[in-house]
């Protein structure tokens, strides 16, 4: 028998219980269709591509995990992914937390993928996994931003469009657009989750909870193909890329 250690298995978790209602009425987010295809569907293939992943933790609506169960049912993957529907909590947080409690104890390396970044290239996901791999305990891939920002005392009435006063200007070269899939160290993100209370609309970042215990967040770089699907301007562009991808790589 041999002695050689296995490398560490890596799953993924995608929470899509969120109902995503800037892109408007209709069904949850992650079931919004891009060139026919659910977004969710997108995301699975997404993480299913990286050969490091053998495990999808889907966490769907409450209401909708029957459904959501028959969709990826059928679903073409490589042999060595298996694919897991559970269902979500009230908030992000919370499905999170429920799709960590459904993962085997030989998960070492965890992902934690938006269903609203459907096309988040195979190299982004394989290099968050091999930094977790190398020692960090939480990655998150990131872009630099491109648009000066402004930090602003908010009121009342900014919903309205009233004005808001600048409070100040961040240096830009510091700061990053934070993209999913974020890589954790298993133990280091149950641990996070398991000391943040998951109240009103919980945590949206997972490597926030594990900067709450002062754990070490790293960035690799991200892509920008790997943008969040939030409002219906976000989808044209989505239709834009599968159609470049279809016209380029034959994907």
């Not at 934690?112 to 960090?136: F, K, N, S, W, Y």
């Not at 961040?170 to 974020?182: D, N």
């Not at 709450?212 to 301007?233: D, Q």
Request: charged share 25%; with cysteine.
């Amino acid at each position: 028998m041999s002695n050689v250690p296995l490398p560490p298995r890596t799953a993924a978790v995608i929470p899509a219980a969120g109902r995503g209602l800037r892109l408007g009425p209709g069904a949850p987010k992650a079931l919004r269709t891009l060139s026919g295809t659910p977004m969710l569907v997108h995301a699975v293939r997404a993480m299913a591509a990286s050969n490091a992943v053998s495990l999808v933790v889907v966490v769907g609506p409450p209401d909708d995990t029957v459904a959501v169960r028959g969709l990826l049912a059928d679903l073409a993957l490589p042999d060595r992914t298996e694919v897991v529907v559970v269902p979500g909590g009230e908030n992000r947080q919370e499905s999170v937390r429920l799709g960590l409690d459904a993962l085997p104890d030989d998960i070492s390396v965890v992902l934690v993928h938006d269903a609203a970044r459907p096309l988040v290239p195979v190299d982004t996901v394989d290099a968050v996994i091999e930094a977790v791999r190398d020692g960090a305990r939480a990655v998150v891939p990131a872009l630099p931003l491109t648009d000066t920002v402004k930090e602003v005392d908010p009121r009342e009435g900014a919903a309205k469009g009233e004005p808001e006063p600048v409070v100040a200007t961040p240096e830009r070269s510091r700061l990053r657009a934070v993209q999913t899939p974020q890589g954790f160290d298993r133990e280091t993100l149950v641990r996070a989750h398991g000391t943040a209370p998951a109240e009103g609309e919980g945590a949206t970042d997972c490597a926030g909870l594990v900067e709450s215990l002062g754990e070490p967040v790293v960035v690799v770089p991200g892509h920008e193909e790997a943008f969040k699907v939030t409002r219906p301007l976000d989808l044209v562009l989505a239709e834009a890329v599968l159609a470049r991808r279809r016209a380029n790589d034959g994907f």
